[in-house]
């Protein structure tokens, strides 16, 4: 199964952008880009996804390099509410089904 | 649209004994997957239904463990002879199909099992 690297946790201040990093060097060429995150006592929510091309919805942007062994989740302004932590998937194919697969995520915490 | 619903949310068990947990997914979703997760990781993959098909599970996933969605509607998790390793919290989501990995998953908010 493709792996995810994320950085353990990252601080933001409130109101400012934040951009978080993820690695997938093995990533193969089916392989959707997937971002979720988990408030605490709740499972993990959606956020995003793509393939190739950068994406935009309300709650973030996903930038994707043009190599796709890499990709960052915007943040365009961070509010209290988006302390959680943060995890890039990637959805992997065996024999046609598709599981997703979360490494250990990137802890967000907000500073008011 | 109701949402992933998880029964029970909690669940103390003493080491030994069977639990069973139950999930209910959002109406009409023809995939479902349980994942299990302990304190500071992320959700492990343990298996994952295609309607009532049981298409994949994890290589982790013991004996003790089976999983069923009998008539590709509701699903329940099942842990024979439970270990204190077994405490997690167990997570279900469902999923509409016929895409190509570009689905969303949709979560309960899981059954936290606590083995004494």
């Known amino acids: 199964d493709a792996k995810t690297t994320q950085p353990n946790s990252m601080e933001s201040n409130e109101e400012e952008p934040v951009h978080l990093p993820c690695n997938h060097s093995?990533?193969?060429?089916?392989?959707?880009i997937h971002w979720y995150r988990q408030l605490p006592s709740q499972g993990p929510e959606y956020v995003i996804h793509g393939l190739t091309s950068n994406v935009n919805n309300r709650m973030a942007s996903l930038a994707i390099a043009e190599d796709r062994k890499s990709s960052t989740l915007i943040l365009h302004r961070a509010t209290l509410r988006d302390a959680a932590v943060y995890y890039c998937i990637l959805s992997s194919t065996t024999s046609g089904t598709y599981k997703y697969i979360f490494g250990t995520g990137t802890r967000l915490k907000v500073l008011a | 649209d109701t949402g992933v619903s998880q029964d029970p949310r909690h669940k103390i068990t003493k080491r030994g004994q069977n639990v069973t947990f139950r999930c209910d997914p959002i109406s009409e979703h023809n995939r479902l997957y349980w994942y299990r997760q302990t304190l500071g990781q992320g959700p492990e993959f343990l298996t994952y239904f295609q309607n009532e098909a049981q298409l994949e599970k994890s290589r982790l996933l013991s004996d003790r463990f089976s999983a069923e969605r009998p008539k590709g509607s509701f699903s329940t998790l099942e842990i024979q002879r439970t270990e204190q390793g077994d405490s997690a919290m167990y997570l279900c989501?469902?999923?509409?199909?016929?895409?190509?990995?570009?689905?969303?998953?949709?979560f309960g908010s899981g059954t936290q099992l606590s083995v004494l």
């Open positions: 989501a469902s999923s509409p199909s016929a895409g190509r990995g570009n689905e969303k998953l949709f």
């Open positions: 093995t990533i193969s060429g089916t392989d959707y």
